[in-house]
């Protein structure tokens, strides 16, 4: 019945207030959540991304989930994988979630593009592709959760505006290779899933997903109205992750949920 009356609550009223009212709630009364399947969650980002915490838990408690988060350091996540101590691996996490902005892992596609030749992308791509597949088979090497992690959205402006599209090798050119380079590695190491972040911001609008100001005061780039959609982009992995996505296939109904054969024999 809780978690019935959480997901009536979500769908009427999808707020921070009433995520961290769930929240709240939850934590009052987590020993007596025997049902309630424990997920332990551990968020690495390049970003502050504990704004998520609340969206994450909350709705987690409207799919049965009971929703324990670890808050790596802030832009550390490159040391909390390589680091075989850290307190990534301590807390031996059910599933990862990988969300670092492309600005942050590979400046050179984005606010230093102008400064890129184009004979320099190649190194900038192979650079990116070792270093990714080092960090994540260095992860695979010491723990077994699977890993969600966020490919690249395109910049909100192009460097080069219109001219983008013309340049024999242009700005959305490179960050989609690196986006092919990330699609390669979630191919060859196994448990590691790619969350498609570039479409989920084109869904919503790069006017409407980032929040400009808080980019530079908080380190949050993405705006509070957007906040619950990427949780809920999480949560369709941390659902299917745990074994809570269902799927059913029902073929041939004739006698079954209706009587006779009109398919075959018509009205």
């Known amino acids: 019945r809780a978690c019935q009356a959480a997901r009536a609550l979500l769908l009427t009223s999808p707020t921070l207030r009433s995520a961290r009212a769930l929240r709240n709630a939850l934590e009052t009364h987590v020993e007596r959540n025997p049902l309630l399947k424990p997920i332990r969650v551990a968020l690495l980002s390049s ?36 680091d ?12 990862v979630l990988l969300a670092v902005e ?3 892992w590979v400046p050179e596609a984005y606010r230093d593009f102008l400064r890129l030749r184009p004979t320099e992308f190649d190194g900038v791509v192979g650079r990116f ?9 260095a992860f695979r090497g010491r723990c077994n959760a699977p890993v969600v992690m966020h490919n690249f959205a395109p910049p909100s402006y192009l460097a080069a505006g219109a001219l983008d599209a013309k340049q024999p090798q ?17 191919r060859t190491i196994t448990g590691v899933h790619l969350l498609d972040y570039a479409a989920l911001v084109g869904r919503h609008g790069a006017a409407n997903w980032y929040d400009t100001r808080m980019r530079h005061f908080a ?5 509070a109205t957007m906040q619950t959609h ?24 004739d006698n079954t949920l209706w009587g006779g054969v009109v398919g075959e024999e018509g009205p």
């Open 129 to 137: 592709r070792d270093e990714a597949s080092d960090l994540l088979s």
């Open 102 to 104: 492309g600005e942050d």
């Open 219 to 223: 380190r949050a780039p993405i705006a």
């Open 47 to 82: 970003f502050s991304s504990e704004f998520l915490h609340n969206h994450l838990i909350a709705p987690g408690l409207a799919s049965g989930l009971a929703v324990d988060i670890y808050q790596g350091g802030f832009r550390l996540f490159r040391q909390e994988i390589l």
């Open 84 to 95: 075989p101590d850290s307190r990534l691996y301590r807390g031996e996490p059910t599933v």
């Open 230 to 253: 990427l949780a809920a982009e999480h949560l369709k992995y941390l659902r299917a992750l745990s074994g809570l996505s269902k799927k059913c296939l029902v073929v041939d109904l």
């Open 170 to 186: 242009g700005q959305q050119e490179l960050i989609q290779r690196l986006n092919d380079a990330l699609a390669d590695i979630s």
